[in-house]
């Protein structure tokens, strides 16, 4: 594990692979992007091939809304290595499109944290990639209606 200069051990960094890519590239660019599936609406996180619902090879990248509300979280005690420092949460985020998706959250003290809590995406850059974590939203909640898939923008 490496240093940064002279500091604590540096994060792992993601690797981006030809399927996350675009995720990545969004990230970077300060925008959370989700694939799309353009039969049935559905959204998907982690990248796929093909669509999770209606098993289409019809996904495409767009710019979700970046917030949700914590689904579950852990606060993490022990961390996995040198480089997290506890204490710190974990949590799965219910996104506004809908899928969960797992991160930290920032900003915020571990005892302040509740289930259905507002939060939206933050992001860090730390060279080739920038980082995506959560935190307590600062504005009003993104509501999506049951049933309802939004349209994000489309990414070429």
Known sequence: MTTT????????IPTPSP?????????????LRLQQCTRCGGFEWTPQMACSR????TLQWVTATGRGSVYSYSVVHRPQG????????VAIVT????????SDLVDV???????????????EDVGEVALYHFRPARGPATTVPTG?????????
């Open 82 to 89: 040198p480089a997290f420092v506890p204490p710190y949460v």
């Open 54 to 57: 209606c098993l289409e090879e």
């Open 19 to 31: 399927l996350s890519r675009p995720f990545w590239e969004g990230t970077k660019q300060g925008v």
């Open 148 to 156: 309802a898939a939004p349209r994000g923008e489309v990414i070429p």
């Open 5 to 12: 200069a002279g500091g604590p051990p540096a994060r792992p």
């Open 95 to 102: 996104l506004a499109e809908g899928p969960h998706m797992l």
């Open 109 to 123: 003290a571990p005892e302040d944290v509740r289930i259905g809590m507002d939060v939206e995406v933050a992001f």
